[in-house]
């Protein structure tokens, strides 16, 4: 598994630290994200995570993909009692208040993270479209972007720059999207 990432560009109401391995003695709240997984251990992301007006947990993410190119790690959420456990491109939204209740992204696996926080929101990339989360949940969803491959090149004033794959003309082409509302423009 690659490196987790940590980051924190949104204010959190909890801190958290990603665990070389599950501890021996597991603590009194323990979750398993998606919780019907089936042996979730090997190779699952393990988080100790601490909110700020509640007990400690231990959240064990499953493994998406054992691929380096794909993102693992934590990501602060423009919710500041929600975290984004990733692992291996699977991606768990977590509230650190009510840790069983959670949201696996529908994007197997997410490709890249990006948090657009002038307009409160963390951008999940996959291979043909962008999911964007608000503090209220799924913001929007963008329709096809590419064939196989987004690339965000750029977010300013309100918009997002990126391009990809055209499999008609074997290039990338570029698009913009209008952040409010997840358009093309």
């Known amino acids: 598994m690659s490196t987790a ?9 909890w801190r958290a630290e990603v665990l070389a391995a599950r501890p021996l003695i597991l603590p009194p709240r323990h979750f398993t994200y998606p919780n019907e997984a089936e042996e979730v251990e090997r190779g699952a ?3 100790m995570v601490h909110p700020q007006d509640a007990q400690p947990f231990l959240a064990t993410c499953a493994l998406g993909f054992r691929d380096p190119m794909v993102p693992t790690g934590l990501w602060s959420t423009p919710d500041p009692e929600m975290v984004c456990a990733v692992s291996g491109g699977y991606a768990y939204l977590i509230d650190t208040t009510a840790p069983e209740q959670f949201t696996m992204l529908a994007y197997r696996p997410v490709l890249a993270i990006r948090a657009a926080v002038a307009e409160a929101l963390l951008l999940f990339v996959g291979h043909r479209s962008i999911l964007a989360w608000s503090r209220g949940g799924l913001a929007w969803e963008s329709g096809k972007l590419s064939d196989e491959g987004v690339t965000i090149t750029a977010i300013e004033n ?3 720059r990126g391009t990809g794959w055209n499999m008609l003309t074997d290039r990338e082409t570029p698009f913009a999207l209008d952040l409010r509302a997840g358009k093309l423009i």
Do not use: A
């Open 5 to 13: 990432t940590i980051d924190l560009s949104f204010p959190c109401n």
């Open 45 to 47: 992301l393990e988080v």
């Open 158 to 160: 309100g918009m997002l």
